[in-house]
């Protein structure tokens, strides 16, 4: 008898291989669909002058299907259109990136675990709380990457398990990402397509953060008090064995000390942070200002903390290759608009949306948006990528459909 060969399970090509899908789709397309235009009037408003898509001006234009060096340039003009965005990412990461390798996160974590004496429980909250926050004003999710090895130790040690760590690494970030108050990349970028004041909106934003970091927290919360008290209901019981094992071979002797330095470092994050994020809100700061703060403070922190000229070179330099794809991503997306744009196939793509929607109430055209951007994000999964995928159709669409600007912000953030 022959051997039964194993069949091969579906795996999720590379995010490249998708946005790559895509642009040959678009392209495609633009042979196909015909080119169409809306026409655009000019209105000064609070907030300067905006360009708002006309109802029912939409016409047919000469069919212009994109070339062969269309397609070739499409990526390098895709990053030149979102220079801004492909920076930002890059100098927020990289001041992040300081700041983790000054080892300052581990330090404020060990240290918030020592003040909580043996209310442990408090923990959970405290630090879900805090890495929320820190995810609403400035995103960088992947920094849950950064927080689980610091975490699982910790948790090890106060009787929690490993799935108790992981839901506060994960989950504080990742809430606080999803329903961000001032991310530039989710946020930022769908306000300046959608032609809104920048941030504007975050109230309402914050109310819905306040109620799903308090709902994650008590669930978070509830389960780690079950497992305390009876480890046999940890839904990572094997696993934790084994790391366990490794973590106590690894686990170097003593405390962890941070030097004076570090503590002043510190300091310097809980002064500049919080002034940072007024004066972006205050000022309505745009990506350049943006960027440039954040990398400031992982800067300045570094060198507080003691950091060498040399060291602090270096670390930026790991700081910004760990960010390269986030960064490429934003720029290979916007190639997927620059196509549709030489192909004059956008605003098509808009009219045949907006027939389909046109008898639909807005509430329920909004909806449906909130689940076909879900949809997308299987296929991608970077925020600033579909934001740039996916705005500058949504954006005259909602405009024609009746459907608030800062409703589409959200539903395409969340």
Sequence with gaps: MSELKPRKSFK???IYIVLAIFILV??????IIPAGMYERETVETAHGVKEFVVADSYHRVEQSPVSFMDLVTAVPDGLKRAASIVFLTFMVGGGM??????GLI?????KLADSVGDKAIMIIPILMVLFSTLGAFIGVPELSLAYLPILLPLFYRLGYDGMTAMAVSLLGPCMGFTYGLTIPGSVGVGQQIAQLEMFSGSGFRALVLLIVVVVAVLYTMRYAMKVKTNPHLSLSRDSDTVMRQKLAEMEPEGEINATRRQILAGY?????????IAAIL?????????????????????????KGPQQICDDLNA?????MVAALLCGVASAIAVVMDRGVITDTLVYYLEYVLRNTPPSLSAVGVFWTQSLFNFLVPGATALTVLTMPVLSPLASLLDIPQQVIVSANAW
Excluded: Q
Aim: proline share 3%; glycine share 12%.
């Design 12 to 14: 999720m090509p590379d």
């Design 26 to 31: 678009m392209a495609a397309l633009t042979y």
């Design 97 to 102: 990136g300081l700041i983790k390798r000054a």
């Design 106 to 110: 581990d330090l404020g974590v060990h």
């Design 268 to 276: 310097a994050c809980f002064i500049m942070f919080p002034t940072a």
């Design 282 to 306: 205050i000022n309505n700061l745009g990506f350049e200002a943006i960027g440039g703060l954040f990398l400031f403070i992982g800067l300045t922190a570094a060198a507080i903390a003691g």
């Design 319 to 323: 700081s910004m290759r760990d960010m």
